[in-house]
């Protein structure tokens, strides 16, 4: 089945630095959502992005599906964006299939 | 619309009993997801209905795992002799289907087999 990497695993900011997270997947997607899980583990959808760039306020995604990857930028990070942002991928008729998360803490 | 709601939140349970979780979807969507997830992973997927067929199972759900969605609507994850490794978060998503296949999160129920 197709294969989802994240990275970083952990990532520690100061409020108001801005960040990259990256979601490299081994295979052909026709969807592609990120998430992010908050400390309650309430799971929230930011973007559904098979392909192209989106934005919303600070957050943006951008996916090139030919090179097999999705990025998500985060900006003037606030102590509220701190939790787990997962990329999901589904492989045409496949199942969803979930990366191991990045872990992100932003500190005031 | 209220969002997809789950129940319970929380469950003990001992070892050997049968549990039962409730999903209610968001009302127009037409598919319903089921996933588990252990600390430190990220979820993975159970099962999925279209409307009240179920059109997948993962090898994730063995046979004391049993979900059904009766009339489209509610569903229900039920696990018979409930073991140790079963402690974990069950979520469910639903969604609209295609062509924008964005899936929306319950609350989850935590389960915990003592």
Not at chain 1, 25 to 50: A, E, K, T
Request: with cysteine.
């Amino acid at each position: 089945g197709i294969q989802v990497e994240q990275s970083p695993p952990d990532l520690i900011l100061q409020e108001g630095a801005n960040s990259t997270l990256r979601c490299n997947f081994s295979d052909s997607v026709n969807n592609l959502q990120w998430f992010h899980q908050n400390p309650w583990g309430q799971l929230i959808n930011l973007f559904y992005i098979p392909s192209g760039t989106k934005q919303n306020g600070r957050l943006s995604a951008t996916t090139v599906a030919t090179e097999r990857y999705s990025l998500l930028y985060i900006s003037s990070s606030q102590t509220t964006d701190s939790g787990v942002y997962f990329c999901a991928v589904e492989n045409y008729g496949q199942n969803f299939v979930f990366g191991p998360g990045t872990r992100l803490s932003v500190l005031p | 619309d209220t969002g997809v709601s789950q129940d319970p939140r929380h469950k003990i349970t001992k070892r050997g009993q049968n549990v039962t979780f409730r999903c209610d979807p968001i009302s127009e969507h037409n598919r319903l997801y089921w996933y588990r997830q252990t600390l430190g992973q990220g979820p993975e997927f159970l099962t999925y209905f279209q409307n009240e067929a179920q059109l997948e199972k993962s090898r994730l759900l063995s046979d004391r795992f049993s979900a059904e969605r009766p009339k489209g609507s509610f569903s229900t994850l039920e696990i018979q002799r409930t073991e140790q490794g079963d402690s974990a978060m069950y979520l469910c998503a639903s969604s609209l289907g295609t062509p924008q296949e964005t899936q929306y999160f319950g609350p989850g129920t935590r389960l915990l087999v003592l």
